[in-house]
């Protein structure tokens, strides 16, 4: 699976922005797929993260509330819609997908996307 992350770019604190990630070379809907993100300094970490079918969803506490993901199985796609950003949002988002079911545990991932970065300004 190559999976293509888009989206990222600058936009000030309270604004949103959605990163996309498409998937390419197998059924899309055998994977769980997950968000992932790296600020500045610091480790990767959980955002969020979407089962195969879309139907469960789960969320890391710093962006309970303000991030949605959802996924587009016939256009192999997974989106994380981002809302209220805070300038602590800033870092590179990656996608990664998981053969079976998703997880929040980096290391349960077999692919991942390139990142895209995104910049909240205050």
């Known amino acids: 699976v190559q999976l293509q992350a888009s989206g990222g770019g600058l936009v000030q604190a309270g604004g949103s922005l959605r990163v996309s990630c498409v998937a390419s070379g197998r059924t899309f809907s055998n994977y769980g797929m997950g968000w992932f993100r790296k600020p500045p300094g610091k480790e990767r970490e959980f955002v969020a993260k979407i089962s195969r079918s879309g139907g469960s969803t789960s969320y890391a506490d710093s962006v309970k509330g303000r991030f949605t993901i959802s996924r587009d199985n016939a256009n192999h796609t997974v989106y994380l819609q981002m809302n209220s950003l805070k300038p602590e949002d800033t870092a590179v988002y990656y996608c990664?997908?998981?053969?079976?079911?998703?997880?929040?545990?980096?290391?349960?991932?077999?692919?991942w996307g390139q990142g895209t970065l995104v910049t909240v300004s205050s």
């Open positions: 990664a997908a998981r053969d079976g079911g998703s997880s929040w545990f980096q290391s349960d991932y077999d692919y």
